[in-house]
Nanobody, 115 residues
Framework: QVQLVESGGGLVQAGGSLRLSCAGS????????IGWYRQAPGNQRELVARISTSDTTNYADSVKGRFTISRDNAKNTAVLQMNSLKPEDAAGYYC?????????WGQGTQVTVSS
């Protein structure tokens, strides 16, 4: 079973940037499309960005033009570069497969954006 470890979150002022990293154990990570999801208190978990095995990317409208997803299959990692952060981006951020969640959720990494 692949284990997912997210890192890179923190506190940032509005307009700032953060770089989140997702590390997956096991070789099957690279054979799956990967998504970055977020969940704010009281809200459902939502997909914000995804990347296919051939590096095709797709973004939620709310983050388009500000977030960039990438992956390094040799390292079994996926990165979410977040620029021009807004208070509404504050949430716990998680990675997993897309479509459909195949791996056990990791602990996530918390992003806090001050206005």
């Amino acid at each position: 079973q692949v284990q997912l470890v997210e890192s890179g979150g923190g506190l940032v002022q509005a307009g700032g940037s953060l770089r989140l990293s997702c590390a997956g154990s096991g070789s099957t990570f690279r054979f799956n499309a990967i998504g970055w999801y977020r969940q704010a208190p009281g809200n459902q978990r939502e997909l914000v960005a995804r990347i296919s095995t051939s590096d095709t990317t797709n973004y939620a409208d709310s983050v388009k033009g500000r977030f960039t997803i990438s992956r390094d299959n040799a390292k079994n990692t996926a990165v979410l570069q977040m620029n021009s952060l807004k208070p509404e981006d504050a949430a716990g951020y998680y990675c997993n497969t897309w479509p459909g969640v195949r791996f056990t959720w990791g602990q996530g990494t918390q992003v806090t954006v001050s206005s």
